[in-house]
C-alpha cells in the first residue's frame, strides 16, 4: 500500500488540475459568447450598411427619374410650342335666326299637319300633346382670326343638322376657314312637345339647349382646338300637365361664344402611341413563345392530338393574320399630312368679313 501522504499530494494535484482546467474553460466560454456577440453587432451592422445603400440606390433612382421626367417635360413644352405656332385661332359665335316673316327672331311651332309658326311670346301647351313639334334655328359664325387655314369639324351637332351654303354637311366633312376670313353655318332641330319633359316633370336638356361641340385643327391635324357652345334656345317650364314654351330673345344670347376646351396634340400623342407599340409587340412575341413552349411541353406529357380540320386550320390562320395587322396597324402610325386637304385652298367656299 501506498503511504498516505503520497495519496494526499496526488489528490490535491489532481485538485489543483481541476480548478486551472474549470478556470481556462470559463474563460473560454466568456471568450466565445463575446465572439458571438462581436458577430452579432458585426451583422446587424452590415444589414445597416445594406439598408443604407439600398436607400441610396432608391435615391439615385427616383433623382433618375426625376431628371428623365424634367428632360422630357421640357422637350414636351419645346415640341407644344412649336405646334402651337402651327394652330389657327377660330372665334365661334352663335345667334338665333330670324324665322318671322318680319325678320322676327324666335322657334317656331307647328300642330299636327298645320304649318310653322313664330313663338314670339309664351304659349301653354297639353302635356300629353303629341302633335306639337318645335322647330329651332341658330346661326354659327366661324371667323379665322389667325394666319393660316382652319379645319373645323362638327364633332357633337347634339341631334341637330348643320347646314353650310344651304347644302346639309355629310357626317365627317370638315368646313375650311381661311385666314381672316369667315364661315356661317345653319343650325337646325326639329323637337317633339314630348322630348322636351321626361316622365319625372324635368325638362329634358337635349330638347332646349344648344350644345354643340367644333373642333379647329391646323392643316396637317397637328392641334386640336376644342369649342363647345352651350346656352338655352328656349324657356320650357312644367306645371301639371301644363308645358309652357317661349322663344328666348336675341338679347338674352349674350353668352354666344362658344368656350375653349383644353387643346389637344394630336401630334405629341400619336408619337407616343407609336412608340409604345413596339414594346406592346415586344410583350406579345414573349408570350407567344411561352405559349408554344407550353403547348409543346403539353404535348410531350400528353398522347398526340388529332390532326385539326382544314376548315378550322384556315380559320386559326386568318386569326392570326388579324392580330398581325393589328400589331402592324398599331405599329405603323401615320404621322403624315391627311391627304383629304382639298388643292388649291384658294378654290374653297370662303366669305370675306
Request: hydrophobic residues 40%.
Amino acid at each position: 500500500m501506498l503511504p498516505n501522504w503520497i495519496a494526499a499530494v496526488s489528490t490535491l494535484g489532481a485538485l489543483i488540475a481541476a480548478s486551472i482546467a474549470g478556470r481556462y474553460a470559463a474563460k473560454a466560454a466568456h471568450w466565445t459568447s463575446e465572439q458571438a456577440k462581436a458577430a452579432d453587432r458585426q451583422v446587424a451592422t452590415q444589414e445597416e450598411a445594406l439598408a443604407l445603400a439600398r436607400g441610396q440606390t432608391e435615391d439615385a433612382r427616383a433623382a433618375t427619374e426625376r431628371q428623365r421626367a424634367e428632360s422630357a417635360r421640357v422637350e414636351r413644352n419645346l415640341e407644344e410650342r412649336r405646334l402651337d405656332a402651327l394652330a389657327p385661332d377660330v372665334l365661334a359665335t352663335a345667334r338665333p335666326e330670324k324665322t318671322g316673316p318680319r325678320g322676327e327672331f324666335g322657334v317656331e311651332v307647328r300642330r299636327g299637319y298645320r304649318g310653322w309658326s313664330l313663338i314670339d311670346k309664351p304659349v301653354e301647351f297639353e302635356r300629353d300633346d303629341s302633335t306639337v313639334m318645335f322647330r329651332q334655328c341658330v346661326v354659327v359664325t366661324l371667323e379665322n382670326v389667325s394666319r393660316v387655314p382652319a379645319r373645323v369639324d362638327i364633332v357633337d351637332p347634339y341631334r341637330g343638322i348643320l347646314e353650310y351654303a344651304g347644302r346639309p354637311l355629310e357626317g365627317g366633312s370638315p368646313v375650311w376657314v381661311m385666314p381672316r376670313t369667315s364661315v356661317e353655318l345653319v343650325w337646325r332641330r326639329v323637337v317633339s312637345l314630348w322630348s322636351l319633359v321626361d316622365g319625372e316633370d324635368v325638362v329634358d336638356p337635349f330638347g332646349h339647349l344648344f350644345s354643340v361641340e367644333l373642333w379647329a385643327r391646323d392643316v396637317g391635324m397637328n392641334v386640336r382646338n376644342p369649342y363647345r357652345f352651350s346656352r338655352r334656345v328656349m324657356d320650357v317650364e312644367v306645371d301639371g300637365t301644363r308645358v309652357i314654351v317661349g322663344s328666348v330673345p336675341p338679347e338674352g344670347w349674350r353668352d354666344r361664344v362658344a368656350f375653349p376646351l383644353p387643346r389637344v396634340y394630336e401630334r405629341l400623342e400619336a408619337a407616343e402611341v407609336a412608340e409604345e407599340a413596339p414594346m406592346r409587340d415586344g410583350l406579345d412575341h414573349r408570350m407567344s413563345a411561352e405559349g408554344r413552349r407550353w403547348q409543346s411541353d403539353l404535348g410531350r406529357m400528353g398522347p398526340a392530338r388529332e390532326e385539326p380540320h382544314a376548315a378550322s386550320r384556315e380559320q386559326g390562320a386568318e386569326t392570326a393574320d388579324e392580330q398581325v395587322s393589328d400589331r402592324v396597324l398599331i405599329a405603323d402610325v401615320d404621322l403624315t399630312v391627311d391627304e383629304g386637304v382639298p388643292e388649291p385652298l384658294e378654290d374653297l367656299p370662303q366669305h370675306a368679313e
